[in-house]
């Protein structure tokens, strides 16, 4: 088969950037990511192996249950088992994970401290790691005590993002030493590419399955501007927080009462970022997101948080970059195949010659599938193939990708066929 190098207008670089979009439900400590419950696995309960509401960081392990006993025990090991000590052995867990033996080449894992590594294990003993990584949102909640733009984790960290940000106006003012009470919704990278798209924010705050009030950066600032509140329809076009579309953070600060009739007389029960549970007097802004890993437990201890419920929704970009290959089929090339079919039936490929034991190749015979108006005779030969797959080759003649067509393409003598090849990187 000819092999065809790529010409200088055959190759094009492009970047497409595609706006996924994400959904979040939070309830009762549940999170439900893009109306997602459990997928029921053969093995496991959630075949994905990772918490519902939480994607896969690695998609390994699927399916997957995990053998606790024979970890017990210590009897199913990988590979060779030592008898001088278990700690040299690798078990058998029933789940893939990476695993590295302490020696001279010192390699370990990120999460292993440099003294629980000098200490807790001596050469020859194996470290492990784990591959059932998963990411989903989490809220963080300060209160006015904590001084959320200075001793605040969320806030000290995001200080340059804010004040970099306030070009876009003046609600991403968070002044040093600020008192105000402030909601982070954090959101991992994975579900929003390179940044949030700007418009896309949509946050609903529910009590009994009502809506309350509506956040939505409609003017493509980051400001969310409150719409559609009912008791709280008062402080309808007002803003109660900002989105870092870098970044990936909600920072929410409306702290006026959304839902006086669903409270009831206690309130709802909410924890700040340490996991301090404190009574909020009404729910607001400043409770929105509540359940979602925030260490909030479910209904079962806290009865007030039954009825409240919050919606999250945006839109991602991701930039994919491509390439764009033109693989050209020339007139008078390509019209030979190697396939049975090409040559006629019935043939035999040796013959002896007269007189002594000689066996010479016959000429084969092309089989001619060009039609005529006539029984006799046929139409003059054509050598048509017909083209199926395109292989795509290193420098080094090594085969890295294959396109195949949908249906086989004829191709003959007198035809030019360009094949327009596009990978997504």
């Known amino acids: 088969m000819p092999l065809y190098k790529f010409g200088d207008g055959d190759l094009f670089y492009n970047q497409i950037k595609a706006h996924p979009s994400s959904s979040f439900f939070v309830y009762d400590s549940k999170i439900f990511y893009n109306n997602k419950a459990t997928e029921p696995g053969s093995f496991v309960a959630n075949a994905t192996n ?33 008898s001088a000590t278990a700690s040299a052995n690798v078990p058998d867990t029933g789940i893939i994970y990476p695993f590295v033996y302490k020696g001279l080449s010192k390699t370990s894992f990120k999460g292993i401290k440099r003294a629980d590594y000098l200490h807790n294990y001596i050469d020859g003993d194996v470290i492990t790691g784990s591959y059932q990584l998963s990411a989903s949102i989490t809220r963080k909640r300060y209160l006015s005590t904590h001084n959320f733009n200075d001793a605040g984790l969320s806030g000290s960290a995001l200080k340059n993002s804010l004040s970099y940000a306030s070009r876009m106006g003046p609600h991403y003012n968070f002044p040093s030493g600020s008192s105000v ?18 418009g896309s924010v949509d946050l609903k705050f529910y009590m009994t399955g009502t809506l309350m009030g509506r956040l939505k950066d409609s003017r493509q600032d980051g400001a969310l501007i409150q719409s559609e509140g009912t008791e709280g329809s008062a402080h309808d076009g007002q803003i109660a927080g900002v989105v870092l579309y870098n970044e990936g953070f909600v920072i929410l600060t409306g702290s006026w009462d959304l839902a006086t009739t669903f409270e009831g007389s206690t309130g709802l029960v909410d924890k700040d970022h340490e996991g301090t549970a404190y009574a909020a007097a009404d729910a607001s802004w400043l409770n929105f997101g509540m359940g979602a890993n925030d260490k909030v437990t479910p209904t079962s201890e806290f009865s007030a948080n039954v009825s409240a419920s919050f919606g999250i929704n945006f839109a991602g970009t991701h930039k994919i970059p491509t390439v764009t290959m033109l693989a050209h089929a020339n007139k008078g090339e390509l019209n030979y195949s ?66 195949s067509l949908a249906k086989p393409v004829k191709k003959t003598e007198d035809r030019d066929l360009t094949f327009k090849l596009k990978l997504d990187i």
């Open 181 to 198: 009470a402030t909601n982070v919704i954090e959101i991992p990278s994975i579900f929003y590419g390179s940044r949030i798209k700007k």
């Open 50 to 82: 990772v918490p519902v509401g939480h994607v896969s960081l690695f998609e390994y392990n699927v399916d997957r249950a995990e053998a606790f006993a024979d970890i017990l025990n210590g009897t199913v090991v990988i590979g060779h088992s030592s």
């Open 338 to 403: 190697n396939n049975l079919t090409y040559m006629s039936a019935s043939q035999t490929t040796l013959s002896a010659s007269s007189g002594d034991s000689l066996y010479l190749e016959k000429e084969k015979v092309i089989k001619n599938i060009h039609s005529s108006s006539y029984a006799d005779p046929t139409g003059s030969l054509r050598k048509t193939t017909y083209i199926t797959k395109v292989g795509i080759y290193d420098e080094k003649k090594k085969l890295i990708g294959i396109a």
